[in-house]
């Protein structure tokens, strides 16, 4: 049987950093934007000193085919210092590792000092000082840098033998602490997301809206800004909230007529931003074909007949359905609601219904015209 999983064994947290410092370790399009503050991080730090666990990295072995999905960060590695033709993705454990990465190395990045961060051998702690003047506070990146370290040493020898025993225990233990590493193998993309959605990070579970978000965000396009203004139009509003699956399976359908989770993560900014205003057009005549029918309120339980919808609505650039075609939707419509045609294999099913509606009203219309 094919190995799907690895626990990797022997890695120290010096190792684990180095391997993000040197682009054997990359961040993926889909992961969170950075977003520890300082304080979270001491207190990572103080977990390790105390010998605490600090949590598993989940590693993402992947073949080189998605170099498209790496993303990249100002202060590491784009590139692997090796030849592989494999990529090491942190699935889980991002936020740890960069927070490690920019304490350990003394980094300043998206406006925070991260040389703010000390640890103080006769406290026994790491801390970010309130005072300037207060005594034995040195920068945590000292512990990760053998010259640092043995100036810090030299100074702390000549002043107080029992502090200088802390400030090196402190280092032993930065560099001895071992790290818990799993890997995931052979995952085509589409289970890696699944896989992705499953994995707790700081006790909120992420979505794969999140990771949708996350990969078409720009300074000037917020999905989640269009999506409230969507959903604020008082015709939407009646009837209920069109849900964050629709607008990101209908941005992967026009985009690339599928809606598999490889789909949607190919969506970036540039693509996004450009189908947004068809997208919404479609969805909005999707919007009222459902009205039409009478439907008034509650449309929880036709959110996907919305795509397939919008879908013809996107590829025809028609505002409507037309009169003499609008029985044979409708027969699909409810066929689909009462059969539960969506409650498993969505996205093929998605697919089939959307380019089969295309085809099916363009063959009406070339008939009609005859």
């Known amino acids: 049987m094919e190995t799907k999983i690895e ?11 180095e391997e993000l410092e040197h682009g054997r ?23 390790i000193y105390l010998q605490y666990p600090i949590g598993t990295f989940f590693l993402w072995i992947a073949p080189s085919a998605y170099n498209t999905f790496i993303r990249s960060i100002d202060d590491i590695q784009t590139h692997s210092d090796d030849n592989g033709n494999q990529f090491q993705f942190i699935l889980d454990g991002q936020q740890r590792l960069l927070s ?19 640890f103080n051998p006769a406290r026994k702690k790491f801390k970010i000082p309130r005072v300037k003047s207060e005594k034995y506070n040195f920068p945590a990146y000292c512990l990760f840098n053998e010259s640092l370290f043995k ?7 000549a002043d107080s033998t029992r502090i200088a025993d802390n400030w090196r225990k402190a280092r032993k233990l930065m560099m001895e602490y071992p790290v818990s590493v799993v890997k995931t193998l052979n995952y085509e993309i589409d289970d ?27 300074t000037d396009f917020d999905l989640k800004e269009r999506m409230r203004d969507f959903n604020a139009m008082q015709k939407v509003a009646k009837l209920g909230v069109v849900s964050d699956k629709v607008f990101t399976y209908a941005l992967a359908m026009n ?13 970036n900014p540039e693509t996004a931003k450009t189908l947004w205003p068809r997208t919404r057009k479609a969805l909005s005549f999707a919007i009222d074909f459902i009205i039409d029918m009478a439907i008034t309120t509650d449309i929880s339980t036709y959110q996907t007949h919305i795509i397939v919808l919008q879908y013809y609505f996107f590829q025809s650039a028609k505002n409507s359905i037309p009169k003499e075609h609008r029985k044979s939707v409708e027969k699909w419509f409810w066929d689909a609601r009462f059969a539960k045609r969506y409650s498993s294999l969505t996205h093929t099913r998605i697919k089939e219904d959307a380019v089969w509606l295309v085809e099916m009203l363009s063959n009406l219309e070339k008939t009609s015209r005859k």
């Not at 370790?25 to 730090?45: A, H, N």
């Not at 100036?151 to 020898?157: A, F, I, K, P, R």
């Not at 598999?260 to 969506?267: D, E, R």
């Open 7 to 17: 626990i990797v064994t022997g890695w120290s947290l010096p190792r684990l950093i």
């Open 151 to 157: 100036e810090v040493e030299l100074q702390l020898d």
């Open 192 to 218: 890696v997301v699944e896989i992705f959605e499953r994995i707790n990070q700081g006790g909120k579970r992420l979505s794969s809206f999140d990771l949708i978000h996350a990969t078409t965000w720009s």
């Open 25 to 47: 370790i990359k961040v993926p399009m889909f992961q969170r934007d950075y977003q520890w503050e300082k304080s979270k991080i001491v207190l990572l730090l103080n977990s």
């Open 255 to 267: 985009a690339f007529d599928d809606c598999k989770s490889s789909s949607q993560l190919k969506l």
């Open 100 to 118: 490690l990465f920019r304490a350990s190395r003394g980094l300043s990045s998206d406006g925070v000092d991260y040389t703010q961060i000390c």
